[in-house]
T-cell receptor, first 113, second 111 residues
Framework: ETGVTQTPRHLVMGMTNKKSLKCEQH?????MYWYKQSAKKPLELMFV???????ENNSVPSRFSPECPNSSHLFLHLHTLQPEDSALYLC????????????FGSGTRLTVV | GQQLNQSPQSMFIQEGEDVSMNCTSS?????WLWYKQDPGEGPVLLIA?????ELTSNGRLTAQFGITRKDSFLNISASIPSDVGIYFC???????????FGTGTSLTVIP
């Protein structure tokens, strides 16, 4: 149990589908992050939320849309994805933005067909 | 973004052997972190380093913050099968908040 829970663990979706990834933490952390992990590449930071406010958006295509309704929950809404978007999507949290390392969830393995 | 180079990319070792891996950057970092990722799971923080020259241990793991502040090292002594996984370094510079991750070192331990 990592303290950061991601659902679903696996997701297969067509390019015309709309789906959402969910992340939940009850660690009392105030910052949450979405990362994309592709094979043979470093973790790519997608979005940062600090105190429920989006503070960073690393040039991510608009087909990825984050939502942070409160400090414990983070969503990533997906629509009209491309096959190259297939990857492991990791959620992480930390007490303050970029402080003392992150606690990661187990990730959602996304396959776009 | 910042480039972190990890080496080796992969290692195949016999159980009981010691392991060494490193991470280098082109710029100075103030913080180095080492994570391990088991198959099908997210990365888990192993060791955090905050000062140049710092040497920190966590059980059989020892990590060092290089004195140039551009590199870090991770050693695993007397490896066991559960050490299998991918080890990532991450660094944070003094010019920004973001942590940058390396590409990982994949470790396989042969019983």
């Amino acid at each position: 149990e990592t303290g950061v829970t991601q659902t679903p663990r696996h997701l297969v979706m067509g390019m015309t589908n709309k789906k959402s990834l969910k992340c939940e933490q009850h660690l009392g952390h105030n910052a949450m992050y979405w990362y994309k992990q592709s094979a043979k590449k470093p973790l790519e930071l997608m979005f940062v939320y600090s105190l429920e406010e989006r503070v960073e958006n690393n040039s991510v295509p608009s087909r990825f849309s984050p939502e942070c309704p409160n400090s414990s929950h983070l969503f990533l809404h997906l629509h009209t994805l491309q096959p190259e978007d297939s990857a492991l999507y990791l959620c992480a949290s930390s007490f303050r933005r970029d402080s003392y390392g992150y606690t990661f969830g187990s990730g959602t393995r996304l396959t776009v067909v | 973004g910042q480039q972190l180079n990890q080496s080796p990319q992969s290692m195949f070792i016999q159980e009981g052997e010691d392991v060494s891996m490193n991470c280098t950057s082109s710029s100075i970092f103030n913080t180095w972190l080492w994570y391990k990722q088991d198959p099908g799971e997210g990365p888990v923080l192993l060791i955090a380093l905050y000062k140049a020259g710092e040497l920190t241990s966590n059980g059989r793991l020892t990590a060092q913050f290089g004195i140039t502040r551009k590199d870090s090292f991770l050693n695993i002594s007397a490896s066991i099968p559960s050490d299998v996984g991918i080890y990532f370094c991450a660094g944070q510079s003094n010019t920004g908040n973001q942590f940058y991750f390396g590409t990982g070192t994949s470790l396989t331990v042969i019983p």
